[in-house]
């Protein structure tokens, strides 16, 4: 566990850190939103299917917020199957629409993921 006392980000830092969260609050929205059309309507299968489709996320939530690098790198690993399960869905010609936002947000994590590490790594000069 890093026990080291949170260093201040520089600007370019912050910038990426701040459209990688804004990324990661639509996902967990588009999660809400998939799971509310595909239910067809308010019922109490809806916060189930949601929090089933989103703890993954959940789990990286803390490592992200206090922009420690390992946890970035690993949710970088993670967000790929996210990706594997967008392009499935904009195959399917009735969700097409729902799998290109989530293709969109998934790549932009993913990129802001890595742009994070390797600027933190660079500002820092220390291994991930």
Excluded: N
Excluded at 99 to 127: N, T
């Amino acid at each position: 566990m890093d026990l080291a006392p949170q260093r201040q980000l520089p600007a370019s830092l912050q910038r990426i850190r701040q459209a990688l969260l804004a990324c990661y609050g639509g996902l967990l929205l588009y999660f809400a939103l998939s799971s509310y059309l595909a239910l067809g309507g308010p019922s109490l299968a809806w916060p189930v299917v949601w929090l089933l489709q989103t703890l993954p996320l959940l789990l990286f939530a803390p490592g992200l917020l206090q922009a420690r690098p390992r946890p970035h790198a690993w949710f970088s690993f993670a967000i790929l199957l996210y990706f594997c399960h967008a392009v499935l869905v904009a195959f399917d010609p009735g969700r097409r629409w729902l799998g290109i936002i989530e293709v969109l947000l998934c790549s932009a994590i993913f990129v802001l993921l890595i742009l994070f590490i390797r600027k933190y790594r660079d500002h820092f000069q220390e291994p991930i």
